[in-house]
């Protein structure tokens, strides 16, 4: 059987059997990739506990016939993200990172952006406090890098841009379509939100920007709250699915708003 080496980012984990783990692994040359690794909970020398989520890791499989499931045969980490397993709130966000990964990256279809996004992502997450800039950062990325590219810089019908609509700064997304319209065709589509053009500029300003310069971006709140209500959604739409972690985090996040006092130095001067 051919062996292979390349890079990996763990991006699911389940036991099997006595002793065994199915591993999905989101890979630079191989793109998803879904692996049994024999002994995982019994080997400590050939895994060394390296097939926990987040982890990235050089890999070394066998495949039998480009199929069906490949054969993890050892892998040495490289990065762990320990500060990530520490903070649920963390968790919570790289679980995100990784299920959006899972649901839009094709089997063994390369996508080497996309995992460098991911890298870079789980090492921001590790070194920085969640901030929730990130999630849309990397949803706005995330579609762009698999082909779910919204169209934010004309109306869909009659194709004005941004220049042209300056003077009804209201705009509408269709989450089925995937595109704006301005509000003078708005009448023509049904289930339609309305945003403010600032932020579909916003948006496709993330999708084009070099990785190292959008982690510094920071949105307004009329930007966050916005993009909040599109991005999600949109990605729902598009996969045919609600993403489970993301309810999870939003779950925890009312939970611990409603016992918390609202800092009055916090966020949202944007
Ligand atoms: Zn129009």
Same mark, same amino acid.
């Given at each position: ?30 793109? %998803?990739?879904?692996?049994i690794a024999k002994g995982a909970r019994r080997s400590r020398k050939r ?93 706005? %990325? ?17 194709? %004005? ?55 510094r971006l920071r949105f307004t709140l009329q930007a966050l709250s916005e ?39 916090? %966020?949202?001067?944007?």
């Open positions: 059987m051919p062996l292979f080496k390349t890079n990996a980012i763990v991006i699911r984990s389940l036991n099997y059997g006595e002793s065994d783990k199915i591993i999905t692994f989101f890979t630079t040359d191989f793109g %998803r990739l879904k692996g895994f060394q506990n390296a097939l926990g989520l987040f982890s990235h890791l050089r890999l070394i499989f066998f495949d039998k016939e480009g199929m069906g499931l490949v054969r993890a045969e050892s892998c040495d980490i490289l990065h762990s993200f320990p500060k990530i397993k520490e903070d649920l709130k963390k968790i919570l966000y790289g679980n995100y990172y990784l299920e959006l990964v899972n649901e839009m990256a094709g089997e063994r279809e390369e996508n080497r952006e996309a995992f460098e996004l991911l890298l870079s992502f789980l090492s921001n997450l590790e070194s920085t406090e969640p901030q929730e800039e990130q999630l849309r950062l990397f949803e706005i %990325r995330m579609l762009s890098l698999f082909g779910y590219h919204p169209n934010m810089k004309r109306c869909e019908l009659c194709k %004005r841009d941004w220049e042209d609509l300056k003077e009804c700064p209201t705009v509408f997304f269709s989450f089925e379509k995937g595109t704006m319209v301005c509000e003078r065709c708005s009448k023509a589509w049904n289930h339609l939100v309305p945003f403010s053009l600032g932020t579909a500029r916003l948006i496709e300003k993330v999708s084009q920007l070099e990785l190292p310069k959008i982690q993009s909040r209500e599109i991005l999600p959604k949109f990605i729902n739409y598009q996969l045919g699915k609600e993403m489970k972690s993301l309810k999870a985090l939003r779950g925890i996040e009312a939970n611990l708003s409603s016992h918390l006092p609202l800092s009055p130095g916090g %966020r949202g001067t944007g």
